[in-house]
């Protein structure tokens, strides 16, 4: 099945968020957030079909996560296949990720290859907004 995770993580270095191509070795918080969450679908034969960065917004209200108040957030989009066994690994992974605020995912197709070419890749915006 093609799934959708939006992702909200604590603000920071675009390049913590943004690495997902690189497979680590454990699971260490020096690791890029999107790393992590790549690095389980590839491991347990899913795949990742493509990573977007929306950037750093406000929150619509504040959210406490592990005793902290977030008013902004860093939010990317993550697309991948991957069975409901997977999926569900991913969402224990996601949240046990301490520096993650939010998590939101969403299936969108039923895994036929006609549902599936309707969903191109999400497009990745650098800082200086290009596409």
């Known amino acids: 099945m093609l799934y959708e995770l939006i992702a909200i ?20 918080f020096d690791t890029p957030i999107a790393t992590t969450v790549g690095s389980t679908i590839l491991r347990n034969g899913g795949v990742v079909r493509g990573l977007a960065n929306w950037g750093v917004f406000s929150l619509p209200k504040p959210i406490s996560v592990l005793q902290m108040k977030h008013h902004h957030g860093h939010y990317f989009v993550m ?14 992974v996601m949240r046990l990720e301490p520096r993650m605020i939010r ?8 895994g036929k290859l006609e549902t599936l070419s309707r969903f191109g890749a999400p497009k990745w915006r650098t800082e200086a907004g290009e596409a």
């Open 9 to 28: 993580v604590r603000p920071g270095n675009l390049t913590e968020v943004k690495e997902y191509v690189a497979i680590p070795t454990n699971h260490d």
């Open 79 to 92: 697309r991948y296949d991957a069975s409901a066994k997977l999926h569900s690994e991913v969402r224990n």
């Open 103 to 110: 998590a939101s995912h969403v299936k969108l197709g039923d």
